[in-house]
Each structure stands twice: as C-alpha cells, then as structure tokens.
C-alpha cells in the first residue's frame, strides 16, 4: 500500500535502539565506576563553603567576639541576633552574618545596656536594619549615660524596626522558634545584669535558655515564677561569673549543653571556676568562647539530633 504514490518505508528493525540503550548503560556503569574510584561521586562531593548545604533548621551560634555577648539565632531561615559585643565586635559580627548567608534580621535583641552587650549593635543595625528591635523594662535612672549607648538608640530610632522594651510573659516568633521573655518582671530592679533579657527559645520539643547578665537575683524572680526551665542549651549568664548559676536554677534548668561567651585572658576572671564546677554537676559538655572560638548548637526535629560544633572540637 502507497500513500500519495510514496513506496510504504520498510519497518525500520529494533536492534540498533537495543544495541544503542546497552552501550548507553555500560558507559553510565563506567562512569559510575570511575566517579566511585576516584571518590568524587556527586553526593560525597559537598563544596565547603556557599551556605548550599542543607543545615540543622534550628541553631544557636555564639560567637567569639571577646568579652562580650553576641548570639545568632537561625530558626528555619528566619534569624535573631542577641546583643552585639564591644563596639570593636562590629566588623566580625558583620562578616559572620554574611558568611552565613543572613540576608536581613526578623529581631535584635538588646539584652541589656552595657557596652559588651549593645556595643557593636548600631553598626549591626545600620548595615541589617531589622524587623524589631527588643530590650528589656528598664527605669531611666539605670541606663547609662555613654557615646556607646547614645550610638545604639540612634542607630535603633533611625533604623525603622519596631523598637519594644518587654518583659516577663511577652512572646514573640523567629520562623518557628517560639520564644517567651522570662525575666525582667519590673523595671525595678538595682542592677541593669539583673535586668537582663532573658530568653527562653523553644523549636519542636528543644528548649534554649539565652541569659544576658543575669545574676542570682534575677535568676530567684524567674524560678519564683515556677516555668518549666528544663533546656538542652543553656547561654551561661554573665559570662560565667561567681555571682549566676545558682544551685537551685541549675537544679531547674538541668541543661545538657552550656556556653559561656568571654574574653581570653579577661580582668575579670570568667569563666569562675565554682560557676563551672556548679554547671558540671549537670553535663560536661560545657564550652567557653574563650577556649574553643565560635560555639554553634544545632538541633534537627527530623531526627532529634542535638549536636555542638566549635573551631576547635565536634561532639
Ligand atoms: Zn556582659
């Protein structure tokens, strides 16, 4: 049979298709077989740097930025930095954010106004103008009178974010981390440490317990308050002073992982030895910016793993 004339085409045999799909496999197997040799097999193969590998959703990176506090919190992308260090922390809070990947904050936290605290927020907040900017219930009198400061309310008055004192009871969200103020109650209290914003950021069924300054006054108002105070990671207060982590607070928080952030060699002698012997009545995985640079804690709600990584050692 013809169509318009033309001689119908012979059937065109299916050996060659076979041929060709065997020939396709083998060199696929070889090409397996060579990526396997020389271990450069595509999901061995991860780059080092990029922020393209997928990370823990839920991480609390202290940074060793001196004597001082600064806190990244990354929770599902969204993130939350924790006071700024010194003024001079500034340019390596920056350059940990961009190494990051942050491309804007949802909060800034201020957990107190002492200058190892807010003193590198304003350049912070001029180059990552946040979302909200928080500190604590303060009376007027306790704030101090200093360029550092000054900077810091400038820098937040001009930045546009939602500028909020808060207190005991206040709650807010960062991606899916919920996160309850547990302390100051009042703004009466003596001392801006015990003043200090305290934290405490739960993602699925992990519990972090960010301090500030504070000491045992502040940390008697929060158990009288009788939270559940139970946390995987506990941001040691006032950089492992004498004078925070009570037996009965420690009793409460039970912690598995603590970190104290602090200066090498600091005039103030933190972290203090009784503070840590108290800390290692709990857990022994305890890490001191100090000794081990940058502390990152992670947890994954897929698998419930908990892990800690520093510059210096993995557990
Ligand atoms: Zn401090």
């Not at 049979?1 to 060199?27: C, H, Q, S």
């Not at 006071?83 to 350059?95: C, S, T, W």
């Amino acid at each position: 049979m013809t169509l318009f004339g033309r001689p119908k085409l012979p059937k065109i045999p299916e050996d060659p298709k076979a041929k060709n799909k065997i020939i396709y496999a083998v060199v696929v197997v070889l090409l397996a077989v060579v990526a396997l040799i020389s271990g450069r097999l595509h999901m061995e193969y991860k780059p080092a740097s990029g922020g393209k590998q997928a990370d823990a959703p839920f991480q609390v990176h202290v940074l060793d930025i001196g004597q001082g506090d600064s806190i990244l919190v990354i929770a599902d992308g969204h993130a939350m930095l924790v006071d700024g260090g010194e003024p001079a922390a500034a340019p390596r809070i920056l350059r940990y954010l961009q190494e990051k990947g942050i491309s804007k904050l949802d909060y800034v936290a201020a957990t107190h106004a002492h200058a190892d605290h807010i003193g590198g927020l304003a350049e912070v907040i001029k180059a990552y103008p946040p979302k909200n900017i928080i500190e604590p219930v303060c009376a007027g009198e306790l704030l101090p009178v200093t360029s550092t400061y000054e900077a810091y309310l400038d820098a937040a008055e001009g930045s546009g974010a939602r500028f909020r004192a808060l207190r005991s009871g206040d709650r807010f969200k960062v991606g899916g981390a919920r996160i309850t103020v547990l302390a100051p109650d009042t703004d009466t209290a003596q001392d801006l440490n015990n003043l200090s914003l305290v934290l405490r950021v739960q993602y699925g069924d992990c519990t972090c317990l960010l301090t500030g300054d504070m000491e045992m006054p502040e940390e008697e108002q929060i158990l009288a308050h009788k939270y559940d105070l139970h946390a995987d990671f506990l941001k040691v207060g006032h950089h492992g002073s004498e004078s925070s982590c009570s037996e009965a607070f420690l009793a409460a928080v039970r912690p598995d992982y603590a970190a104290i952030s602090c200066g090498k060699d600091n005039d103030y002698g933190h972290p203090h030895k009784e503070t840590l012997n108290r800390l290692h009545a709990y857990t022994d995985k305890v890490y001191v910016t100090a000794k081990q640079g940058d502390i990152v804690f992670r947890y994954d709600p897929a698998t419930g793993k908990r892990s800690i990584a520093t510059d210096k050692t993995t557990s």
